[in-house]
């Protein structure tokens, strides 16, 4: 071999390697859009999934308004649900479990929404009353204006409630003044306030203070049970309250529902 076909060589090693990195590069390159690929395929089948279920879940609650409209019987529009009050779903299950007791007892820590359509519901199967402890003077004026404006004074009402410091096992709470709380025995007690803006696990003095005053049989539900603050609520409840068994809701914010064990 001479020595430019030395050189030939040379150059074409040279080129060879440049190629292969080249190749190498073009490789790595594929499969970084291929990962890119699968993440966005990954992606949109979950924003399908997403999308599935919004449209699953707005067609049940469909079902659900459709349904409270028929248990509620006259009244005119229901008022506005889910954001700040219960969704449809939840306002169906209450409204169909003081149907199926033939009218109940029920206390509501924060008025609203269920409010009005459970004083319906009772008022249309002619028993049963509906209390509601509000600690905001202005949400409590609209519900009440709410409920007289469908006549619905006999059947639902609003305590003026504020939040006062209220000691349990040696923390203090911001709750509904005790003192203001009804001393009726409650067959349905729904917990869906003070806000969780008042303090962190806001809703977590109902049960301690009112378990006494639940009837045998009652109900304890709690709203928007999938958040945060209302699993530590619940989590507390069950290691306080060990008397009750407890059922979780898949509805759209999450439902805990207590009911005292049979024993
Ligand atoms: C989570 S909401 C739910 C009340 C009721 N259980 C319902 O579902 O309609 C609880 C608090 O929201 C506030 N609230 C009442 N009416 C409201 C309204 N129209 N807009 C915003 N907040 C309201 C009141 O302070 C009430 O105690």
Same mark, same amino acid.
């Given at each position: ?11 074409l090693t ?5 190629? &292969?990195?080249? $190749?190498?590069? /073009?490789r790595?390159?594929? +499969? ?8 966005? *395929? @990954? ?7 997403a ?8 067609y ?16 005119g529009?229901?008022?506005?649900m889910?954001?700040?009050a219960?969704?449809p779903?939840l ?20 008025s ?13 199967i002619? &028993?049963?009353? $509906?209390?509601? /402890?509000?600690?905001?003077? +202005?949400?409590?004026?609209q519900?009440?204006?709410?409920l *007289? @404006?469908?006549?619905?004074?006999g ?8 939040l ?11 709750w ?5 709380v ?7 007690l ?21 378990a006494e ?5 009652a ?5 928007d049970?999938?958040r945060p ?10 290691d ?22 049979v024993?």
């Open positions: 071999m001479g020595p430019s076909d030395r050189m030939l060589l040379i150059e040279e080129r060879l390697k440049e190629l &292969s990195e080249a $190749v190498a590069g /073009l790595e390159a594929q +499969d970084g859009l291929g990962r890119r690929l699968d993440a966005i *395929e @990954a992606d949109a089948k979950a924003d399908r999934k999308a599935k279920q919004t449209a699953r879940t707005a049940a609650q469909v079902e659900d308004l459709l349904a409270l409209y028929r248990l509620t019987g006259p009244g529009p229901l008022p506005r889910r954001g700040w219960a969704g779903e306002t169906r299950y209450l409204a169909e479990a003081v149907a199926a007791r033939g009218g109940a007892r029920v206390l509501e820590c924060g609203g929404t269920t409010t009005v359509v459970l004083a319906l519901v009772a008022r249309s002619g &028993s049963g009353q $509906v209390t509601a /402890l509000e600690h905001d003077p +202005d949400y409590a004026a519900t009440r204006a709410e *007289e @404006a469908r006549g619905l004074a059947w639902g009402r609003v305590v003026d409630a504020p006062t410091d209220v000691d349990l096992g040696g923390e203090t709470w911001r509904y003044d005790p003192e203001l009804p001393r009726n025995e409650i067959d349905v729904l917990v869906d306030g003070p806000p969780g803006a008042t303090g962190p696990q806001a809703r977590y003095p109902a049960l301690p203070l009112l005053r639940l009837a045998k049989d109900l304890v539900v709690l709203d049970a999938d603050d209302e699993r530590a609520i619940a989590a507390r409840w069950h306080a309250h060990p008397d009750f068994t407890a059922e979780h809701l898949g509805h759209e914010r999450g439902t805990l529902i207590l009911r005292r064990s024993s």
